[in-house]
């Protein structure tokens, strides 16, 4: 019990650091961790995936994450992309998803067969009504602009095609994905953007800049309606697609990522969009962790990427690789400002701006540190924390400055960043003792030192007239009173009936007295034997500790007629579930065998009828004059003979090894074949006698 305790509190300091972290996320950028991941969940069937689109995915995956493995898939994925290229009945889905891979991979594509694409997608457009179809066919050739030699591949209306596709906006900043569908969508937006960044990139003059402009107040207008969390996360959400599809936070925020960052790179100018909701979009994707999913974690790594390139404002984070500091181990402070992607950011100074107790308004720290940067591993420092910070939980407020003004419009620091950190270190335990106290008087009666750092073997004795306490005192390693999560005392009795009490606390004073008048119903009425023990607990104390301080001889008064009865102690696993005892058999003692000579001379007289019946056959004459000359008779006269020997060695083998089943069985089968081929010989033999008398 006293081991279930233990874990208990663990989980409980366990749930308590988790719990605090949630109020201030800490966002960690891409690591070793999401490329691990990448390797499990991007695992195809065979070698392939069953679409085109699932294959893009895993190689964009591996692209942006660093990991090589073309050369495991480029072969059946090449394949699959020349077969949807030169097939006339590929969708425009798989068009454009095949030229995506393609795009990754450098497939052997003859030029051919890009011209024939291109104009199958240059009447798709041209016919195009519906957003997909816009998004499909315009996608695929911009990505056969960008993998062909042709120079004067372009679209003949782009203008018209920009405003058919504008066509479908909405006054909030969504799309419709057709005019017949009056539903907007956020994921539609992000699909037109695209479009619209492809159809820019195609035109052969420039678009008309007052389309551009109005494009821009739709995106502006689209980030209006943007959410947040407590933690600056901003994300896209939507409930409803078409009335029947639903789409989650992730996939629509990913495709305005996708269309935002697309527009920009083809459209000058700025968007005016704040770099505070850039970078809480980074957040956002950061803060997923881990997906357990490979769309997910597309979506999340392929947005990360994006952004990390975008040209509109590229998020830094600012991270620790360690929130738990240790003032026993006098740990440094350690930060890191990188991309989403892990890259090093460019120059800049990390200060530490304040430092306040979570929960409370006091500012511990009120001057500006600067911390030091470590080139070789990228990490800037602060050696020794403020001296004022003791054990507990923190809030440190970071802000970061680029050295470069000219990086300050296009990296998205966030200004101030705040994390919490907990501080943790060896808490002092002084003047422990226990009491028996008279109850009258309250004088000690017993009174014993206890060490609650090493082993104690207490032992008292008191009746149901007097008292328990215990007392010590905890002090922090500034020399502050501290308050442990938990601060328990236990007494168990030696039927095992527990009975557990909290310890209160005044400054560093902890102090309990249990007066036994009063418990004795509690305990049952229960005298004899009870174990002590205390535990004292917290997340930031790093001599947590379950200590046995001894035990106590209890005398109470027999217990009245209608006293409660303890509760009945659960049944020791061990006793349901453990091993049993082992059953020994006795089996019958084997009959005295006859001596080994006996055994041969029986073995002998069983082979005399043997060789009587082949000296029948000498002494007789046998021969062969009978056995047929035809090739058909002889050939069933010779299984005849063969079936014979079979049966005879049959029957060896069932003295031998074989059982009585297994025997039959065989025999069955045996004996249906001997009745057939028997059967034609004699039929054989009794023509060809008839045939001797009439002649």
């Known amino acids: ?37 990448a390797l499990e969940l991007f695992n195809p069937l065979g070698g392939s995936f069953p679409s085109v689109e699932e294959t893009y995915e895993e190689l964009r995956t591996f692209e942006v994450l660093g990991i090589d493995k073309r050369s495991d898939i480029s072969t059946a994925a090449c394949q699959s992309v020349s077969e949807i290229l030169g097939s006339s009945s590929s969708t425009l889905k798989d068009l454009f998803y095949a030229l995506k891979v393609n795009g990754i991979l450098k497939c052997d594509i003859k030029e051919d067969v890009f011209e024939g694409v291109a104009s199958r997608l240059q009447a798709a457009v041209s016919g195009a009504s519906a957003l997909l179809d816009f998004y499909y066919s315009v996608g695929g050739l911009a990505l056969i602009k960008g993998q062909t030699t042709k120079d004067d591949l372009y679209l003949a209306d782009a203008e018209g095609v920009f405003q058919s596709i504008k066509a479908l906006s909405q006054s909030d900043g969504r799309w419709r994905y ?79 990522v996708r269309g935002l960052t697309a527009f920009a790179a083809v459209t000058s100018g700025s968007l005016n969009l704040p770099s505070g909701k850039i970078l809480g979009l980074a957040k956002f994707f950061l803060a997923i962790g881990i997906p357990g999913d490979a769309k997910d974690l597309f979506n999340q790594v392929d947005s990360l990427a994006f952004l990390e390139s975008n040209t509109v404002s590229i998020p830094l984070i600012l991270s620790l690789p360690a929130t738990v500091l240790s003032l026993t181990k006098k740990d440094a402070l350690k930060v890191k400002v990188n991309t989403v992607l892990g890259s090093n950011a460019p120059p800049l100074t990390v200060n530490l701006l304040r430092v306040f107790r979570s929960g409370s308004k006091d500012t511990l720290l009120t001057e500006s540190q600067e911390l030091k940067f470590d080139p070789a591993n990228a990490v800037y420092t602060l050696d020794a924390l403020p001296k004022s910070v003791d054990v507990g939980k923190y809030t440190f407020v970071f802000e970061t400055v680029l050295h470069d003004s000219d990086h300050k419009n296009l990296y998205a620091t966030g200004g101030q960043t705040r994390i919490p950190i907990f501080v943790t270190g060896i808490i002092e335990v002084d003047t422990a003792e226990i009491a028996v106290l008279d109850s009258d008087l309250g004088s000690i009666e017993t009174k014993k030192k206890i060490d609650l750092a090493g082993d104690n073997t207490v032992s008292l004795s008191a009746n149901h007239l007097q008292k328990l306490r215990l007392s010590f005192q905890l002090s922090t390693p500034l020399g502050h009173a501290f308050k442990p999560h938990q601060a328990i ?38 005298s004899g034997r009870y174990n002590v023990q205390l535990t004292v607990g917290d997340a930031v104390m ?15 008064p027999e217990a009245p007629e209608k006293a409660p009865q303890p509760p009945a102690q ?33 073995l002998g007289l069983t082979l005399l009828p043997f060789l009587g019946f082949l000296l029948g056959l000498l002494r007789l004459g046998v021969n062969l004059k009978n056995f047929p000359s035809s090739s058909v008779p002889a050939m069933f006269a010779a299984l005849f003979h063969l079936g014979i020997a079979a049966v005879l060695l049959l029957y060896v083998l069932f003295w031998l090894k074989l059982d009585l089943f297994t025997t039959l069985k065989a025999l069955g089968f045996l004996g249906a074949f001997l009745m057939f081929v028997g059967h034609r010989i004699l039929s054989h033999l009794a023509s060809s006698s008839s045939k001797l008398k009439s002649a």
Not at 8 to 37: K, T
Not at 180 to 200: F, K, M, R
Not at 501 to 517: H, N, Q, T, V, W
Not at 543 to 555: P, R
Request: aromatic share 10%; proline share 4%.
């Open 178 to 256: 057709n005019s017949n569908n009056p539903e907007s969508s956020t994921l539609a937006a992000g699909l037109a953007l695209e479009a619209l960044a492809g159809i820019v990139s195609l035109s052969s003059s420039k678009i008309d800049q007052s389309l551009i402009r109005t494009t821009k107040n739709d995106i502006l207008k689209l980030f209006d309606s943007i959410e947040k969390y407590d933690d600056g996360a901003f994300y896209f959400d939507e409930k409803l697609v078409g009335a029947h599809e639903h789409q989650g936070a992730l996939s629509t925020t990913s495709s305005v």
């Open 542 to 556: 790093e001599n947590s500790f379950l200590k046995a301080v001894g035990h106590i001889d209890l005398d109470l």
């Open 1 to 37: 019990m006293a081991r279930n305790l233990g874990g208990f509190l663990v989980l409980i300091a366990a749930a308590l650091i988790y719990s605090s972290a949630l109020a201030s996320y800490i966002f960690q950028p891409i690591s070793d961790l999401h490329r691990s991941a």
């Open 570 to 602: 659960p049944l020791d696993p061990n006793l349901i579930y453990g091993p049993k005892a082992e059953i020994a058999h006795i089996f019958r003692v084997p009959e005295k065998l006859p001596p080994k000579e006996l055994s041969l001379t029986f």
């Open 489 to 526: 005392l236990k007494l168990t009795h030696e039927t095992k009936v527990e009975h557990i009490f909290l310890m209160g606390s005044s400054g560093k004073e902890f102090e309990i007295i249990l007066d036994f008048l009063g418990l004795v119903e509690k305990f049952f009425y229960l």
